[in-house]
């Protein structure tokens, strides 16, 4: 699986859930059913994204906020356009 794989998988989610939010983990269920040790690198690709990370409503750094976080396209970041991975 490489970055590539996982930044589609993101973004599709995203686009998917716009304007509304999902969790990393989702797009690491639908790439494996043995999700969890893509979760690092799924954080460290959607850094990478037009997307916004958030905690508790606070934006943060996807691939080094620790505990829950939830994704969405940032309408901002996505306009200008991403060269990708």
């Not at 996982?6 to 989610?13: E, G, K």
């Not at 690491?28 to 969890?36: Q, T, V």
Request: aromatic share 2%; hydrophobic share 45%; with cysteine.
């Amino acid at each position: 699986m490489t970055d590539a794989d996982i930044a589609a998988a993101l973004m599709a989610l995203a686009r998917a859930r716009a304007p509304g939010t999902f969790c990393p983990s989702e797009a690491a269920r639908a790439l494996s059913e043995d999700w969890r040790p893509l979760m690092g690198v799924v954080r460290r690709v959607a850094a990478t994204l037009p997307l916004l990370a958030t905690q508790g409503g606070v934006p943060v750094d996807p691939a080094g906020a620790r505990g829950p976080i939830r994704l969405a396209l940032d309408e901002g970041r996505a306009e200008g356009g991403h060269s990708g991975t």
